[in-house]
């Protein structure tokens, strides 16, 4: 089975704080992606990376950035955080071509900011 | 821009009952449709439909793709209290490694 883990499932940070979230995928996924889930707005994405070092920019990249210097993981970071990042983050990760293949997610991550 | 409509947006039915859940897209170079489930945390997948007129089945659940007309359905038989979740849709199109999503229907399966 994929596994995609997000080793931090509940965090409180305060405003201006930089903020790191990690995921790792453990099936050798060139994709990974990283969406952000509010009420009524469904799944957004941030970012998402095809390869080692290689990011693309999805719809809300805005106070976000990453990093993939390994296949297996790739982290979120906020570098200041602000109350209207406060959201629950997923993780996904997906072998070859979209529409081929299936993405997994991780469990997600719970961000409040104060 | 890519879009999905899903329909409704949250639907309560007692056990037992049958119900069908609308997506409806309009995304470029279209390739598949995939459908969720979500309870209280990820979501896991359920289908990936990528030809029109041809139903997938996994025990009471069943989906239909439409490409002609772009809607999806899924149809939930005899629905238990375990189908109570968001279930989302999410078309992908090729050449651009994005899933662009639905905001889900709530069902909620009262006993």
């Known amino acids: 089975d994929v596994k995609v883990t997000q080793s931090s499932r509940y965090l409180v940070k305060r405003t201006g704080e930089k903020v790191f979230l990690e995921c790792v995928q453990d099936m050798d996924h060139e994709n990974m992606f990283w969406y952000r889930q509010d009420p009524g707005l469904g799944l957004r994405l941030i970012y998402f990376?095809?390869?080692?070092?290689?990011?693309e920019k999805g719809d809300i990249p805005e106070g976000y950035s990453v990093s993939r210097e390994k296949k297996e993981r790739f982290s979120l970071i906020l570098e200041s955080a602000s109350t209207n990042q406060t959201s629950m983050y997923l993780c996904?990760?997906?072998?070859?071509?979209?529409?081929?293949?299936?993405?997994?997610f991780g469990e997600g991550s719970w961000l409040t900011v104060v | 821009e890519d879009k999905v409509v899903q329909s409704p947006l949250s639907l309560v039915v007692h056990e037992g009952d049958t119900v069908t859940l609308n997506c409806s897209y309009e995304?470029?170079?279209?390739?598949?449709l995939l459908w969720y489930k979500q309870e209280k945390k990820a979501p896991t997948f359920l289908f990936m439909l990528?030809?029109?007129?041809i139903e997938k089945k996994s025990g009471r659940l069943s989906s239909i793709l439409d490409k002609k007309e772009l809607f999806s359905i899924l149809n939930i038989t005899a629905t238990q209290t375990g189908d109570s979740a968001v279930y989302l849709c999410?078309?992908?199109?090729?050449?651009?490694?994005?899933?662009?999503f639905g905001t889900g229907t709530r069902l909620t399966i009262i006993p």
């Open positions: 999410a078309p992908a199109n090729f050449g651009n490694e994005k899933l662009t």
């Open positions: 995304v470029t170079n279209f390739r598949s």
């Open positions: 990528t030809s029109s007129g």
């Open positions: 990376s095809y390869d080692v070092k290689m990011k």
């Open positions: 996904a990760s997906m072998k070859g071509a979209l529409g081929g293949n299936t993405i997994y």
